[in-house]
């Protein structure tokens, strides 16, 4: 009887101490649709170089999209020499233009093999192109590594082409 009892209690107590139904608002009156564009002060515009910038120099994302993408052999993370070549191309981008930003460089895998080897395989080719970099004359303080493994696909066809475009490092830049 005593356990029935506890239990019913125990039970009880579960049931009116469980997780809120209340679903979370959402501010909708804050204004969001000019973060990072251009700050004012005094009358004066000062540009953040997010968005926007002086008229010499390109802005983050069109600088970010001239940086191509460096892509590996099946279970490999050694550069190939037509490899090697984009990633010196690269590298002298980082130097001119993006001086002022840090490089992140993110290994990607194909979906063959296991969560942990493909992570492991995207740091290895993550940080075969950072070396290349350092060895290109960045500053290693301005390379960030990241691996995706096989979670970030950019063709989720299952044939050898497909395969192909997920083995990669892609380079982002960083403010």
Same mark, same amino acid.
């Given at each position: 009887?005593?356990?029935?009892?506890?239990?019913?209690?125990?039970?009880?107590?579960?049931?009116?101490?469980?997780?809120?139904?209340?679903?979370?608002?959402?501010?909708?009156? $804050?204004?969001?649709?000019?973060?990072?564009?251009?700050?004012?002060?005094?009358?004066?515009?000062?540009?953040?170089?997010?968005?926007?910038?002086?008229?010499?120099?390109?802005?983050?994302?069109?600088?970010?999209? $001239?940086?191509?993408?460096?892509?590996?052999?099946?279970?490999?993370?050694?550069?190939?020499?037509?490899?090697?070549?984009?990633?010196?191309?690269?590298?002298?981008?980082?130097?001119?233009?993006?001086?002022?930003?840090?490089?992140?460089?993110?290994?990607?895998?194909?979906?063959?093999?296991?969560?942990?080897?493909?992570?492991?395989?995207?740091?290895?080719?993550?940080?075969?192109?950072?070396?290349?970099?350092?060895?290109?004359?960045?500053?290693?303080?301005?390379?960030?590594?990241?691996?995706?493994?096989?979670?970030?696909?950019?063709?989720?066809?299952?044939?050898?082409?497909?395969?192909? $475009?997920?083995?990669?490092?892609?380079?982002?830049?960083?403010?």
């Amino acid at each position: 009887m005593k356990k029935v009892l506890l239990s019913s209690v125990v039970l009880a107590a579960l049931i009116f101490s469980g997780c809120s139904s209340k679903d979370p608002s959402i501010d909708a009156t $804050k204004d969001t649709s000019n973060q990072g564009a251009q700050a004012s002060t005094s009358g004066e515009t000062v540009s953040t170089g997010i968005d926007g910038g002086d008229s010499n120099e390109m802005s983050m994302s069109g600088l970010e999209s $001239k940086l191509q993408s460096v892509f590996f052999e099946f279970d490999k993370y050694a550069l190939t020499d037509d490899m090697q070549s984009k990633v010196v191309g690269n590298a002298d981008m980082v130097k001119g233009d993006s001086h002022g930003y840090v490089v992140k460089v993110e290994g990607n895998c194909d979906e063959w093999g296991s969560d942990e080897y493909n992570y492991a395989l995207g740091l290895k080719r993550a940080d075969t192109v950072k070396a290349s970099l350092i060895n290109q004359g960045i500053n290693a303080e301005r390379i960030t590594m990241v691996s995706y493994g096989e979670s970030n696909p950019v063709c989720n066809e299952k044939n050898k082409e497909c395969w192909a $475009k997920n083995r990669r490092v892609d380079f982002k830049l960083l403010p």
